[in-house]
């Protein structure tokens, strides 16, 4: 099992930076890939970031040039690093991971439970 916790979200103002972190333990070395969702009300979850391992790294069109993925492999721990934040960027962001062999067959998904984000204007 993987498990995730975030932490990091808040009231932050427009324009605004704010940094989150999210801590893995259990079946770390399976890991595959990590990234970061959001959530907004009403609205399904997206993708804002993912960090394949061996260093492969994606962002959402509206994240790009604002938000920085990293991850600290010896303390397992990701990080979302954001800047110039909007207000539409308040959401519930989520950790994932994606893990398998060889701990388990195929793949699965692991997820935190979410750290609010709100940006004021």
């Known amino acids: 099992q993987v498990q995730l916790v975030e932490s990091g979200g808040g009231l932050v103002q427009a324009g605004g930076s704010l940094t989150l972190s999210c801590a893995a333990s259990?079946?770390?070395?399976?890991?595959?890939?990590m990234g970061w969702y959001r959530q907004a009300p009403g609205k399904e979850r997206a993708l804002v970031a993912d960090?394949?391992?061996?260093?492969?790294?994606h962002y959402a069109e509206s994240m790009k040039g604002r938000s920085t993925i990293s991850r600290d492999n010896a303390k397992d721990t990701l990080f979302l690093q954001m800047s110039s934040l909007k207000p539409e960027d308040t959401a519930v962001y989520y950790c994932?991971?994606?893990?398998?062999?060889?701990?388990?067959?195929?793949?699965?998904?692991?997820w935190g439970r979410g750290a609010q984000v709100t940006v004021s204007s």
């Open positions: 994932n991971a994606v893990w398998g062999k060889p701990c388990i067959d195929g793949e699965v998904d692991s």
């Open positions: 259990g079946d770390t070395i399976c890991i595959s890939s």
């Open positions: 960090f394949i391992i061996g260093g492969i790294t």
